[in-house]
């Protein structure tokens, strides 16, 4: 099983930006896909963003579609999610995920390894 540790996280006003990373451990997770979602209080957690190293997709929710970029490391080991124009309705905490059978999935339950997640507030 993969490792991932998420970074990046903090403060930001509206209109600003931050780039979350997500470090993973144990194995190569290019031929994985990999997902980000995000969770705010008294909230489900929501698919973010989505990417298939291997065929080079990228998919994302309509909510951030045109300000939100997922992307990876050449090496394989490192997923990044660059957050523009951020929003208060962007607060949340932020997940990093693993699907070892890179199905290209927005569902939860899809994704079998799992962040400890980093804090991301919109705020003035």
């Known amino acids: 099983q993969v490792q991932l540790v998420e970074s990046g996280g903090g403060l930001v006003q509206p209109g600003g930006s931050l780039r979350l990373s997500c470090a993973a451990s144990g194995r190569t997770v290019s031929s994985y896909g990999m997902g980000w979602f995000r969770q705010a209080p008294g909230k489900e957690p929501e698919f973010v963003a989505g990417?298939?190293?291997?065929?080079?997709?990228?998919y994302y929710a309509d909510s951030v579609k045109g300000r939100f970029t997922i992307s990876g490391d050449n090496a394989g080991n490192t997923v990044y999610l660059q957050m523009n124009s951020l929003k208060p309705e962007d607060t949340a905490v932020y997940y990093c995920?693993?699907?070892?059978?890179?199905?290209?999935?927005?569902?939860?339950?899809?994704?079998?390894?799992w962040g400890q997640g980093t804090q991301v507030t919109v705020s003035s």
């Open positions: 995920a693993a699907d070892s059978r890179a199905y290209g999935t927005r569902r939860a339950g899809d994704f079998d390894s």
């Open positions: 990417i298939r190293w291997s065929i080079g997709r990228t």
